[in-house]
């Protein structure tokens, strides 16, 4: 196992050390897939600034996209290219981390603007190309948002083709 061989991870004291050593008085830290637990840490002797929503301990400034205000002007520019069938697709657990932005301002822009034909967003746990495949066929986007790339393929499977036919916006 890969894992066996890697070092223990630092413990709090060792990892004070490290830094200390060094004269590291800042910490800039990386969003990962979970929430970090980054307590370890004696935070009295450091400047931290987390890039990311969901960090709930320590308390730290961050600095992050604004996905809200992307998704509406994603949404504008969309509506200025001529598409009218907007269909969002997220991963649950993205969704949940980005603290609902991307979904909500995709509800939003819809309640506020009759431009765009109503599509229920396809956000499921785990994007598989079966479910993608039912959801498309079913809503018949003109357009596809989605964080996941792979999702032109699925597309292209379903008949589409990017971008004559149908457009694809990466969220990432």
């Known amino acids: 196992d890969a894992q066996q061989d890697l070092p223990p991870f630092p413990t709090r004291r060792s990892s004070d050390a490290i830094l200390q050593s060094r004269g590291i008085h800042g910490v800039f830290l990386l969003p990962g897939s979970e929430n970090p637990d980054l307590m370890p840490l004696d935070w009295t002797r450091y400047t931290g600034v987390y890039a990311g929503h969901t960090i709930e301990h320590p308390t730290l400034h961050s600095v992050c996209s604004d996905h809200y205000r992307s998704m509406m002007m994603t949404l504008q520019q969309l509506r200025r290219l001529g598409y009218r069938r907007p269909g969002l697709v997220l ?12 979904e909500m301002a995709f509800r939003g822009y819809h309640n506020h603007h009759d431009c765009f034909t109503w599509l229920p967003p396809l956000i499921i ?4 190309r079966p ?11 003109d357009v596809v948002l989605c964080h996941r790339a792979d999702a032109i393929e699925w597309m292209e499977s379903c008949g589409a083709i990017v971008p004559r036919t149908h457009g694809f916006c990466c969220l990432d």
């Open 125 to 128: 746990p785990e994007i598989t």
């Open 91 to 102: 991963n649950r657990h993205d969704d949940e981390r980005l603290l609902y932005r991307w």
């Open 131 to 141: 479910e993608f495949a039912a959801w498309f066929e079913s809503a018949q986007p």
